[in-house]
């Protein structure tokens, strides 16, 4: 027993070195073995074990030799990544749309495809192979997949409800690991919406952020410390069900099963009552048009109270707002800004998220990437 609990020991070590190597290269790429033993504090036999072991797996390519910068000794064999040494999926499953992406490990998009949402699993999977043969990329090529679906999804990845596609209790992540080779990850979409602004759109990598997704509905996601929260149920986030004093001095309450008290007021549908919707009601803002003045004022005051005890709760570094109204609220997000600085001491950056559409499904391999390069470095029982 104590030889084997040394032997998953040293193994945990190599797989955190390994990691720290790779993640090492990808930030001060070109980079020698020399200095990343020095940088690391790692031995030379160490590194170069695993800098082997990374060029056979082509995660990492040899660009060729460098002189020393003394002009004294050897050249140096200089080191890069290849992100295009394996490929990964990511599907967003929407209410009417499902957007499934293929990129490289930095997240160059290299398949893209929209099509109406499927609910039946066969279907998911018929959709998921045909994306892979018109691509080309070979299924052992394929580093892992992620899934983002428009509802409450559980840490093992059952759907316990989405109500747009009729899952209740699904064991969606199962029954896709159980098909394809590769690893799958199953989310929530808003999360993953979340992660994908943050690995490359306005999150810009911050730790700390608030993403709200304003679209027919409103969702929102937290990310503290770098990692997503989920709530004892895995329902953190619904900013929704917000609702004030005078709200509930008027009875106007949140109920299981229909649109919350802060959905009222301020999603697309709550919008989508007045002539022109959303786009059109801001469009006519930006002119000055005295007509729905009143209409987006109450709008900017109801949704700058959220967000000031969302940052008074939270103190996020970033608030992201993303979602199909947000493509339209130019006009109006500084003045959000100025609202939510007056309601609140603690002072968080308000902006606009900007990866549109593709958030859901850039997300969903970002959050696959991470579970899986948390998988590797811990000890196999």
């Known amino acids: 027993m104590e030889k084997s609990g040394n032997l998953g020991h040293l193994e945990l070590i190599r797989r955190i070195n390994r990691t720290l190597i790779l993640n090492t290269v990808k930030e001060k790429q070109p980079i020698s073995r020399a200095q990343i033993s020095k940088t690391l504090k790692l031995s030379k036999t160490t590194v170069s074990a695993i800098v082997e072991e990374l060029i056979k797996k082509k995660l990492l390519v040899e660009y060729g030799d460098c002189a020393s910068p003394s002009g004294v000794g050897r050249p140096s064999t200089m080191l890069g990544f290849n992100p295009k040494s394996a490929y990964c999926i990511g599907v967003d499953i929407g209410g009417t749309k499902l957007l499934l992406l293929i990129t490289d ?70 029954m896709m690991n159980d098909y ?20 490359l759109g306005s999150g810009d990598q911050t730790d700390d952020m608030l ?83 009143e209409i987006i004022e109450k709008f900017i005051r109801d949704f700058s109270v959220a967000i000031a005890n969302s940052i008074s709760l939270l103190n996020p570094s970033k608030v992201v707002i993303g979602g199909g109204v947000s493509d339209s609220m ?52």
């Open 211 to 293: 993403f709200i997704a304003l679209g027919t509905g409103i969702g929102s996601a937290m990310v503290c410390g770098g990692q997503l929260i989920y709530g004892a149920q895995g329902r953190a986030g619904e900013i929704g069900y917000y609702l004030e004093s005078r709200d509930a001095e008027e009875g106007n309450l949140n109920q299981l099963g229909k649109q919350g008290v802060l959905e009222q007021k301020c999603s697309g549908t709550a919008l989508d009552q007045y002539e022109g919707g959303a786009e059109a009601l801001f469009l006519s803002y930006s002119r000055g048009e005295a007509n729905v003045t």
């Open 330 to 381: 130019g006009a109006v997000i500084h003045r959000i800004r100025e609202e939510v600085s007056k309601m609140t001491p603690i002072q968080a950056d308000v902006c606009l998220a900007n990866l549109g559409g593709k958030a859901g499904a850039l997300g969903a391999i970002n959050f696959a990437s991470i579970q899986i390069e948390q998988q590797d470095i811990q000890v196999q029982k």
């Open 180 to 199: 394809f080779p590769f690893p799958v990850y199953v989310g929530n979409d808003v999360n993953l919406a979340a992660l994908g602004e943050r690995w």
């Open 105 to 174: 490990l930095v997240g160059n998009i290299t398949y893209e495809v929209k099509i109406p949402t499927k609910n039946r699993v066969e279907e998911l999977i018929g959709i998921i192979e045909n994306a892979l043969n018109e691509s080309g990329i070979k299924q052992e090529l394929v580093f892992g997949m992620g899934i983002g679906v428009p509802g409450t999804v559980m840490a093992d990845g059952t759907v316990v409800r989405a109500k747009a596609l009729c899952w209740n209790n699904l064991p969606l992540q199962k």
